[in-house]
C-alpha cells in the first residue's frame, strides 16, 4: 500500500516511504524521508507524526538526541487529532521501556489503555520485568494473553516476540513446551516475513532447545538456514560452528586423533568394541593406531550403531556428519510412505508449494527446468519419484520438507498454499506447467507474489487498491481475490520489478 500510495504527494507519503524503510533497517534512507516531510508538512498532525516516527527511529539505533523530541512530542499532544495521538503514545511508550524500562511507563487516559497494540507493548515489559524477578509463570501467562490479542489484529511482531519470549523463559524447566512456542515463533515469522527481514534472534532460540533437546537433524537444518542470513554475527557464527561444515556428499572421513579417541572410548577393550561394533578387531586395531589414514562413511555407521548414550552434540565430526545424513535417510522414508497416502492433487500442491518456500534456490538441483520437471511428472508413479529422490540428499531434503518442513518453511508454504488451493484442478496444472518453464530468476519473483498475496489475504485496510489490468486478469483467470493480488503486486518497491511482475502474469 505504501508503493501504491507514493505517486501521491504530501508529507503523509514521506511518513509511508519512511516507514517501509524502517521495515527494512534501512534507517538512514527512512530518516532523509522524514527530514523532507518535515520540511513539506502543513499540519501539526503530520508534523507529529513524523517526529514520532524519527523518534522511533532514533531509539533504534541508539541515538542519544531524543529527550527534546519527547518533551516537544508531549507538549503538542492536545494539539493532534485522537488517531494520529495514539500513534505517537504508543512511539513514547515504546520508546520508554527501551530506554528507562516499565517503571517509567505512563499511560495518557483510557484512549490509549483501549489501543490495544499499545497495551501489547506495554504488556510485553511487564512480563520482561516479572521474569526478571523471577515470576516466570505469570511472565508467560501474560505473554500467551498478549500472543492471543496480537493475533487478533494481527500484529506480527508482537506475535513473533510474545511466543520467542516465553519459549526462552520456559527454556530451562519446561524445555518441551518451550520448544512448541519457539517453533510457532518461527511459523509466523516465516509467514509474515520475508528471508530479509527474518531474525536470528528468533532462530537462536529454537536452536537452543533443540540443542537441548537433542534434535540433532533440527540444528543442522536451523544452522543451514542461518548461514543464509546476511551479516550474521560472530557470537551466532561461533555457536552453530559443529553444524556449518556438515557435507552430505562425502563418504570418506580423515582418521584425526579426536576421532580415533572417541572410538576408543566406547569400549572397555578392542574385543568389546569388536563385538559392539560387528568390525574385525585387526581392522580395528589399526583404525585406533592410526594407520589406517581414511574411513569410510559405512565404518563410521558400524561404529555409531555400536555406540550408546553419547551427545551427539560433543562427538567428532565425522560421527556428526554420518548422523545427519542417517537422520535425513530415515525421515526421508517415513516423508515416502506418508505421501504414498495422498491423492495425485495433493502431491502436486505439496511439490510446488514447498518449491516455492524455498530460500536461495541457485544451485538447487531441482531448480533446472528438465531436473524439475522430471521430478514433478514422477508424482504419479510413486515408486519413481522415491528413487529419483533419494539419489541426492538435497532432493531428500526436499521430500522431507513437502511433509513435514522446518517451522520457517511451513510457514512459507502455507501463505502459499492460500493462494494455490484457490486454483481448480485443471488451471492449478496448468498454472504449474507454466511455472516450470519460467527461468529461476522469474520463478522468484512470482514466488514472492504468491507469498505477499497469501499474507494480506483476508486482511481489511479501509481503503481500495487499485493495479494493473494485467494482475486482475491473472487474478480472474485463476479464481485468486483481486484486492489481496493488488497489494502483493504493490509490495514490490522498484517499479522495474513491478513491469517485470506484469509480464510474468501474462505470459503464466
Known sequence: MVNFLQFFTGPECFYLKARLLSWRNEYDRALYEIEKGLKTADSTRAEYLLYALKLSLLSKTGAKQTDKMIVKLKKGLHRIPPIARKLIISTILNHTIRSCGVEKIRIWGKLYE?????WCAVQIAFARKLYRTGDINKSV????????????????????????????????????????????????????????EASANIFDTLLELQILSHDNFGAFIITMLMLKMRDLN????????????????????????????????????????????????????????????????????????????????????????????????????????????????ERQTLFISTYMAQIKRDKFYLSRKDKFKEAYEMLGEIGKFERYMFKRYETMEFMIDMMRAHPYIEGRKAVVRKAIDRMKKKKKEDFIHGYIELDEHDRRLLDRFFRNYGRYDGIRFGVRIDGPERVRSFAKRYRLKIQPCFIAYWCEEDGRIRRKLERILEII
Open 114 to 118: 483501549n489501543d490495544l497494540a499499545t
Open 141 to 196: 501467562r501474560l505473554l500467551l494473553n498478549v500472543y492471543k490479542t496480537a493475533r487478533r489484529l494481527p500484529n506480527p511482531s508482537q506475535m513473533i516476540s510474545a511466543l520467542n519470549n516465553a519459549a526462552w523463559y520456559l527454556k530451562k524447566d519446561h524445555p518441551y513446551w518451550a520448544l512448541k512456542m519457539s517453533r510457532q515463533s518461527v511459523y509466523w515469522m516465516g509467514w509474515y516475513k520475508e528471508w530479509e
Open 234 to 345: 560472530g557470537s551466532y557464527m561461533k555457536k552453530i560452528q559443529i553444524w556449518k561444515d556438515i557435507t552430505l556428499g562425502i563418504s570418506m572421513y580423515r582418521n584425526t586423533r579426536r576421532l580415533r579417541r572417541w572410538i576408543g572410548s566406547i569400549g572397555n577393550s578392542m574385543s568389546d568394541i569388536s563385538r559392539k561394533t560387528g568390525i574385525d578387531r585387526k581392522v580395528l586395531t589399526k583404525i585406533i593406531s592410526g594407520e589406517v589414514r581414511n574411513i569410510k562413511g559405512e565404518t563410521i555407521r558400524k561404529i555409531i550403531r555400536g555406540s550408546r548414550n553419547f551427545d551427539v552434540f560433543k562427538t567428532p565430526y565425522p560421527i556428526y556428519n554420518e548422523l545427519v545424513k542417517i537422520d535425513i535417510e530415515k525421515r526421508f522414508e517415513e516423508a515416502i510412505e506418508s505421501l504414498r497416502q495422498l491423492p495425485l492433487s
